[in-house]
């Protein structure tokens, strides 16, 4: 057995434009469920924390993008760390699916605005953020369309942030564990043990960084399933 496995190209269930809405609302709830359970928003907060300590933004709102955004848990938990810091910010989620976005809104209570887009082509200015995140989204794409997201996210913001699954062994067997256990949503069944054999490696992810002009700046790590990397252009 090789000590990773080998990167798979599988669609996930909840890409399809046939899912179920019930079933996807319901997977959208278990993903902001582990996310606040396991660690995943915090590493996203450690990760703007990192980048505010590098590249200090004064005296107007921090604006953030979170691209493929789900149902914005992520950026529920940005206003809410600001909020505690007493800073201002603006916070903007992006996701290709319009029922998603639905979704979103509903959860988030007009504090994040909301925009229909597609991260490989991004519909804003160059430079309209400070910075810009992804979570558990850029496994979703091959390596040539994942540098392609990279790099507009680089074109929109001035510091890129991307917290992902790793791909492993132990990882894929605790989602298998886990999608057996906490839900019965079969949406998540499937798509957590597919999640981790799509995603990246941290030693592939530091290349694509590079490959899209940007400078690994600062990375963390949670528990050996989950990885977080920060980077700004060179």
């Not at 399809?16 to 907060?45: H, I, M, Q, Y």
């Not at 082509?121 to 979703?140: E, K, N, Q, R, Y």
């Amino acid at each position: 057995m090789p000590l990773r496995p080998n990167r798979i190209d599988v669609a996930e269930h909840m890409d399809e434009p046939t899912a179920d809405p019930a079933a996807v609302s319901g997977a959208l709830d278990d993903l902001t469920r582990l996310n606040r359970l396991l660690g995943g928003a915090d590493l996203t907060l450690r990760g703007i924390d990192a980048a505010l300590r590098q590249r200090p933004v004064a005296e107007r709102p921090l604006r953030v993008l979170d691209v493929a955004t789900g149902a914005a848990d992520i950026p529920r938990a940005v206003v809410a760390h600001c909020d505690e810091l007493g800073r201002a910010v603006e916070v903007t989620g992006l996701d290709v699916q319009p029922f998603t976005l639905e979704e979103a809104a509903r959860r988030t209570e007009g504090r994040v605005e909301l925009v229909l887009g597609n991260a490989l082509d991004l519909p804003f200015d160059d430079g309209a953020f400070d910075i810009a995140t992804c979570s558990l989204m850029l496994h979703h794409f091959q390596p040539a369309e994942a540098l392609q997201v990279l790099r507009e996210m680089r074109r929109v913001s001035s510091a890129v942030l991307v917290n992902d699954l790793i791909r492993a062994w132990h990882p894929w067997i605790v989602a298998k564990l886990l999608s057996h256990t906490v839900t019965r949503n079969e949406l998540t069944r499937f798509d957590g043990p597919v999640s981790v054999l799509r995603a990246y490696t941290p030693a592939e992810l530091k290349l694509l960084f590079e490959a899209a002009g940007l400078t690994p700046r600062w990375r963390a790590s949670l528990l050996g399933y989950r990885m977080a990397l920060l980077g700004m252009p060179d």
